[in-house]
């Protein structure tokens, strides 16, 4: 069970967090996590089950990334799933507010850990930055997640440890949100010696910072991060099935976030049909579906039919809850050198691309691909990479990475869409955020 550390929850990010002294055998205080480096560690693992919170990626936000998109429909009872379908999302919808609250209360967990790690005594200086540099990881990663949805965002580098005004932030510039995550990266690549992909290591390091780059247009750089990446593991799993088996963990996987039947998460339970016992709340649209060609041996796993209802089979565990959610692996890598390329050579980085795109094609069991235009090979890179990825979250960031929303997605119909509204919730508990600060349109 990976919940070893528990913190009182919060409301707004700025609100008092501390650890419960609670069953020492299972329970780290906060007055002995600095005491002993064998605390800290149990810790440092509490700052990882902050990502298997429900409204994180215990649910939340894996659907929201294809239920903003033109992957999948709210075909259920939720009305804040049913808002962020329609791109009509409100700043008091219980997700938004619930995601919000979730990352910041995983930065604060960081943050506090950061800042009092000098105090662990016979703490060796290489693991010393091993422990930062997985801390500065995830710290990156929550980062990364505010400001592709929210766009400028709060930045906190320090922990909330009492209710003074001090620890309100304004909002705080997407390009300043970027330098941090980038700075902070930079430092796990430089000294992670972790190499278990439950944990973050240097390849995933590496691998974050490529989608970094390519997110904010640094296409020399993400190309640079990516081929790093792919040269320390290219490893694809020869069948695609085996990615999400329950069995072992595939080589393909940088980095996830596992859960059991004590850490469950909701993934089953929202994508498969009632008829099977879910909730179906999270479904694929005719338009995906029609676009996955007969043969694909992902078809599967992305528009199962059951009685004619379509549904995502990337989540089985429908009494445990305890699929793993994958966040980093390697085929995102090929996709992402072949963008980087095709925006720094065009078509004459043609031929490589195609061989990135083919090898993930070919491990569907689909036949090679040519193309005669640049405009084509961006097509297909994109149908390729939706495909691939649907239902882990990814398709709505990389529609309004590449300005493809108000096109793909017929519930876009203006520019500010793009972004979620700031929760209801941060702008009634922080002084310096107001109604005046909300994103436009919202």
Known sequence: MRRILIFISIISFSSCSSFLDVEPTRYVSSDKIFDSKENFYAAL???YDALQEEWYYGRTLVIIGDLASD??????????????DDNAILSDNIAINGLWGNIYE??????????????????EEETKNDYIGQLKFLRALHYYNLVRLFGNVPLKLTPTINDNIENFKPRTSKDSV??????????????????????ASLTASKALLASVYLTIGNFELAYQMANEALSENQYLEPVYANIFSDVKISNEILFYVPFSSEDKNRLAEYHYPRQLGG?????????????????????????????GVYYCNKYSSLSTGSDKVIILRTAELYFIRSEALLNIDGFFAGNIVLNDINTIRQRARLNLVNVNSLEELFDLLYKEKMIEFAFEGKRWFDLIRTNQALDKVPTVTDSYQMLFPIPISEISANPFITEADQNEGY
């Open 45 to 47: 693992t509490g700052c």
């Open 71 to 84: 992957v999948s429909y709210a075909n259920g009872t939720k009305i804040e799933l049913k808002e962020i």
């Open 106 to 123: 995983a930065v604060n967990r960081i943050n506090y850990l950061l800042w009092f790690i000098d105090d662990v005594p016979n703490l």
């Open 178 to 199: 970027y330098e941090i995550i980038i700075e902070d990266l930079s430092f796990a690549k430089n000294h992670l010696t972790n190499t278990k992909p439950e944990f």
């Open 279 to 307: 909730r179906h709340e999270n479904a694929p649209t005719q338009n995906f579906i029609d676009q996955i060609e007969e043969r694909d041996s992902r078809k599967s796993f992305v528009s199962t039919a059951f009685n």
